[in-house]
């Protein structure tokens, strides 16, 4: 065989005696703390979600007491614990705040954190993919494709009322995945999947659904397209129980398979071709992840319009705070993402009641300001 | 040459002897086959790598190093040919298979999230991880984790950066952090896209050094693609020389390091000579001497 037994051995040994960071034991436990402290460990992520969870209960009953009439806290807690230990007959006679309560603002606080949380997760987890952290549903294209399947269904008549809960998950959907597969086909034409062909196929893909939804909405009758405005603005309004029930069972499923990714999505976040040198099969993970964010978005949409920038902004500032890791990130984002939906649309019905305003206008009023920071911010890093 | 590898627990003595990869007829072309930008990368490679060595790949500007460098790692698939990587096709491994021996070292390794230097290398034991369906996919480190993390750190000398951000790093500690979390992937061969390519040169033969040391205490096995002829002479035990998708020539530095070898394939004159204290060869560019007669 041929002779490779060249002296390159003496001095690597030497460089190595030569190495400026020795091995020293008196200073290795504060070397153990520096590393400990920039990972991410369980104690860490158990302190961060309690504080998050508990901020969550509080902005929860905060939001309960707050609408077209004030519900007191004390009164809140009656009313729970009269419902939770049984003495349902007496709650329900008693007076029409508990039916308010029970039937309006809970459901409706609670689909408002199940939305946010939704958007924010399915907003960490393109990001990640993409590599982008301007990524979310919008920009993808994957929500106007939802909103084109539902409007679609609301101008032949599916869904008497505009947030029906009924079929028009369904349609959202289809809408969604349609809008999915066509971006995925537009970026496969290559031999496999650049990430950044996605992003201009989802951007293209958003303007013509943005069209056609207009355009649908354009040729509906007077009375159904002002409702079908406020939905496109991005609003919510109380489901009835069974209805919300099947609702957050779907969420809650697709989220959890969403939150089994967030260690493969760590890995994805440093791109295609490290993430597969790390045995991660990423066309098949990419597919995967983008299904279940269109399953995902598509129900949101259907019961909330065009909600936008909580899947962008949300995961950007937690990022800021907790670090990188999806695995706080993605839950940590979602707890917030719901608070700052449940407060948020609590301030859209209370500033001009009796009256409300859609709060998606309120998210973007909120959102696009952030945008622009972070497109000089990012300016500024990137050069 | 690979006294030393009992060293590493986790290895079976038996397979590292004999060859890692054995490449027959391999072809690669970029592009699709409807578009008209069809471009033949690789035409009719084939080659082996012996267990424990290191073999440097070398040419020109565009002549297929790193796709080379890809297919071996699984980064891309084998379109035509075949690759084996310890006897067992390419094509029929699975991709975490590979990441458990063969860890890659890309040129690009920026990133755009803030992932501390230490989390970053904590990624590098995933493909160590077993999941199972319960495994809600948080898979906490283990302390055993930690350790071999904190090792690969200490071997590249990015210890002290445990705490700062991949984003805010020059890309030479860039660079040095994902070798280390290469390391960390705890692999039996390590595939290096031009290692020393944004380097300083107190870590340009830092890194070498560390590869011949692992190379001589644990067998790892090591295949570089260099632009830097000198480095892959001194370090590498043998270098495949690769002219517009062709194998050009494959052998020891001596065979390949000759003047009229590399004029062949790089279409220009340059001078080699001995190492002082190697005696391998070394190439040096012909100087202003040159540049006036040529005049």
């Given at each position: 065989m041929m002779s490779s037994d060249h002296p390159s051995s003496p001095h690597s040994v030497g460089v190595l005696a030569a190495s400026p960071e020795p091995n020293q034991p008196l200073s290795s436990s504060a070397d153990d703390q520096l590393f400990?402290?920039?990972?991410?460990?369980?104690?860490?992520?158990?302190?961060?979600?309690?504080?998050?969870?508990?901020?969550?209960?509080?902005?929860?009953?905060?939001?309960?007491?707050?609408?077209?009439?004030?519900?007191?806290?004390?009164?809140?807690?009656?009313?729970?614990?009269?419902?939770?230990?049984?003495?349902?007959?007496?709650?329900?006679?008693?007076?029409?705040?508990?039916?308010?309560?029970?039937?309006?603002?809970?459901?409706?606080?609670?689909?408002?954190?199940?939305?946010?949380?939704?958007?924010?997760?399915?907003?960490?987890?393109?990001?990640?993919?993409?590599?982008?952290?301007?990524?979310?549903?919008?920009?993808?294209?994957?929500?106007?494709?939802?909103?084109l399947g539902v409007s679609i269904a609301v101008l032949f008549g599916v869904g008497t009322t505009m947030l029906a809960v009924s079929a028009l998950p369904l349609c959202g959907l289809g809408g969604s995945l349609i809008a999915l597969v066509v971006i995925y086909r537009m970026a496969a034409s290559y031999d496999r999947l650049p990430i950044y062909s996605v992003l201009l196929a989802g951007v293209i893909l958003n303007a013509i659904f943005s069209a056609l939804v207009m355009f649908v909405t354009s040729i509906m009758d007077p009375n159904r397209s002002f409702g079908m405005m406020t939905w496109l603005m991005g609003s919510l309004t109380a489901p009835a129980y069974p209805t919300l029930l099947v609702f957050s069972l779907y969420l809650i499923i697709g989220l959890g398979l969403l939150f089994k990714h967030v260690r493969v999505l760590n890995i994805m976040a440093f791109g295609e071709e490290p993430a597969r040198s790390l045995g991660i099969d990423t066309d098949r993970t990419k597919r995967y992840i983008f299904l279940l964010s269109a399953l995902i978005t598509g129900a949101v949409v259907s019961v909330s319009g065009m909600i936008g920038f909580i899947g962008m902004v949300v995961p950007h500032a937690i990022r800021l705070i907790v670090g990188a890791d999806h695995r706080l990130l993605m839950p940590a984002s979602a707890l917030v993402g719901g608070t700052f939906l449940m407060v948020a649309d609590t301030l859209a019905r209370t500033l001009l009641s009796p009256s409300e305003v859609p709060v998606g206008i309120l998210t973007a009023l909120a959102g696009g300001p952030f945008f622009i920071y972070l497109l000089v911010w990012r300016k500024d890093r990137m050069s | 040459m690979n006294q030393a590898q009992s060293v590493d627990r986790s290895r079976d003595p038996l397979s590292t002897a004999g060859r890692v990869y054995e490449v027959q007829g391999l072809h690669f072309q970029y592009g699709g086959s409807d578009s008209g930008t069809l471009r033949q990368v690789l035409r009719n490679v084939s080659f082996f790598v012996e267990a424990g060595e290191m073999l440097g790949i070398v040419g020109p500007n565009g002549s297929g190093k790193t796709s080379l460098l890809k297919l071996l790692g699984k980064i891309v698939p084998v379109q035509q040919g075949s690759v084996a990587l310890f006897g067992s096709s390419m094509s029929d491994l699975r991709q975490e298979a590979v990441a458990q021996s063969v860890a890659f070292v890309p040129q690009d390794t920026s990133q755009t999230f803030p992932f501390t230097v230490a989390e970053t290398m904590l990624m590098g034991r995933f493909p160590r991880h077993h999941r199972t369906v319960w495994d809600w996919g948080f898979g906490w480190d283990s302390p055993d984790d930690r350790a071999v993390a904190q090792q690969a750190m200490k071997t590249m000398d990015v210890w002290h950066l445990a705490d700062r951000s991949v984003t805010e790093l020059s890309g030479g500690e860039r660079q040095r952090v994902i070798i280390a979390r290469a390391l960390a992937q705890d692999p039996r061969v390590l595939l290096l896209d031009e290692p020393t390519a944004f380097l300083d040169l107190q870590h340009q033969i830092e890194i070498c050094s560390v590869l011949i040391r692992l190379k001589e205490e644990r067998g790892l096995t090591v295949v570089l693609v260099s632009h830097d002829l000198n480095v892959a002479s001194q370090y590498c035990d043998r270098l495949m020389l690769l002219d517009r998708g062709q194998v050009f020539r494959l052998g020891t530095p001596d065979d390949v390091i000759q003047p009229e070898v590399l004029k062949a394939v790089y279409r220009c004159q340059v001078l080699v000579d001995r190492h002082p204290r190697s005696g391998l060869p070394r190439v040096t560019l012909p100087g202003r001497d040159t540049a006036r007669r040529l005049k």
């Open positions: 400990e402290k920039s990972t991410l460990t369980a104690r860490r992520w158990m302190t961060a979600m309690a504080f998050l969870s508990a901020l969550g209960i509080l902005a929860a009953l905060l939001c309960l007491q707050f609408g077209a009439q004030y519900v007191g806290l004390s009164e809140i807690l009656r009313i729970v614990v009269h419902m939770a230990w049984g003495t349902h007959d007496q709650v329900v006679d008693s007076d029409a705040t508990a039916t308010i309560l029970l039937h309006v603002r809970l459901p409706r606080v609670f689909l408002g954190f199940l939305v946010g949380c939704s958007l924010a997760s399915v907003g960490v987890a393109l990001q990640a993919l993409l590599r982008n952290p301007l990524a979310d549903p919008y920009v993808l294209g994957v929500s106007s494709g939802a909103a | -």
